[in-house]
């Protein structure tokens, strides 16, 4: 019995806690993401067929990352710049977390 009774107190209460909500939406107090992210790793592999790299990076703090070894997406570009065991301040188009730049460090 008490189970009913409360669902019907919340749902009462639904419009109360939806009036003390501001009126501008969220997306608008939100700051957009970056478009690019930059960071500096070493290139551990490359597959140009398959078009990755695969990069142990330190931390990315523009993403909130710690360091860690991950194959990333990579643009032509940046495949034909990259060697193996090479040293690289990397750029990542961030939405698809695509590597589209290197530079030998």
Do not use: C, Y
Request: overall charge neutral.
């Amino acid at each position: 019995m008490k189970l009913p009774f409360a669902l019907l107190a919340l749902l009462a209460a639904g419009p109360a806690f939806a009036q003390t909500m501001p009126d501008t939406p969220a997306s608008s107090t939100q700051q957009p993401a970056a478009a690019t992210a930059e960071g500096v790793g070493q290139i551990k592999s490359i597959d140009a067929k398959g078009g990755t790299l695969t990069i142990h990076h330190g931390p990315i703090a523009a993403l909130g990352w710690p360091a860690m070894t991950m194959t990333f997406k990579a643009s032509r570009e940046a495949l034909q710049t990259a060697k193996a065991g090479q040293t690289v301040k990397f750029t990542l188009n961030t939405p698809e977390n695509e590597v589209v730049a290197v530079q030998a460090q």
